[in-house]
């Protein structure tokens, strides 16, 4: 099982109710297969940069599974057949490149919560360095 991300393009759809059922008839398509969906994010109602088949926006909605990759090409091939899937596209997950992304977030999140640390003893040693001197002008 390899992991893919894929971003589906919904259109026609005023409501929440309607993008759920036809989120999860489309991932249904990806069980069917023996795949597991991981995750999903709604991106929003976007509009098109041009008109795609007179249609002029879309709800963009981003799915994160695992499937086998022999298989994604029969699943490009079902959602041909699904009217409610405007476009999809499937994008294979580099998963070094994703566990050096996730490194790096870690080490910036480390980074800024020393700099807070820093800051706040700094402040604090600031105020500790006033207090003496606002007791002995009094």
Known sequence: MKKYD????????TKDDALNANLEKALAEV??????????????KRAFSRPMKKRESGVYVKVR???D?????????????????????????D???????????????????????KAEAEAAAATATEAPTAAAEA
């Open 65 to 67: 599974f695992e499937l």
């Open 95 to 117: 998963e070094i490149l994703e566990a050096k992304l996730v490194r790096e977030r870690e080490a910036r999140a480390a980074r800024a919560a020393a700099a807070a640390a």
């Open 6 to 13: 894929a971003l589906y393009i919904f259109v026609g759809i």
């Open 31 to 44: 069980t069917k297969l023996g795949g597991n969906v991981l995750s999903t994010e709604s991106l929003g």
């Open 69 to 93: 990759p022999l298989k994604v090409t029969d699943l490009v091939n079902r959602y041909k057949l699904v009217e409610e899937v405007f476009r999809v596209q499937i994008l294979a997950v």
